[in-house]
């Protein structure tokens, strides 16, 4: 059975959220994007299914993503999210839900493509790549 390989990605900064998007689907993922913390919970509700991986940015408007993480794993809690975020006082947010759960992971912008693939590729079983 193959591993689904969707991934949800919020993101405010549309070239950051383009840059994004082309990177993984250069790789193989499947992306569904959104622009905000809010379209990205109808987004899920809409493809819980096929969703993995969440690739949330924490400051957006509408619902940030530390909002929307905790709405959409009420819906599904073993969903795994990678949070980004270039204002650096939103890692100790980011940190609290990291303890005690390997389902939540952090990584600060600017970030190198590397970096994201490599977090990526781990949580989505594909590290040989």
Do not use: C
Request: hydrophobic share 40%; charged share 25%; no cysteine.
């Amino acid at each position: 059975m193959p591993i689904n390989q969707t991934i949800l990605l919020a993101e405010d900064d549309e070239n950051v959220r383009n840059m994004t998007l082309l990177l993984l689907d250069n790789f193989g993922y499947e992306v569904i994007s959104a622009v905000d913390g809010e379209e990205a919970v109808q987004k899920f509700r809409q493809n819980k299914e096929r969703i993995m991986l969440l690739l949330f940015d924490v400051n957006m408007p509408k619902k940030n993503g530390i909002a929307a993480y905790d709405e959409i794993s009420a819906i599904e809690p073993d969903i795994k999210v990678i949070f980004t975020s270039g204002y650096g006082n939103e890692t100790e947010n980011v940190l609290l839900k990291t303890q005690g759960t390997n389902n939540v992971m952090w990584l600060p912008k600017p970030y190198v493509s590397t970096q994201l693939l490599k977090m990526v590729k781990k949580i989505m079983g594909r590290e040989h790549i």
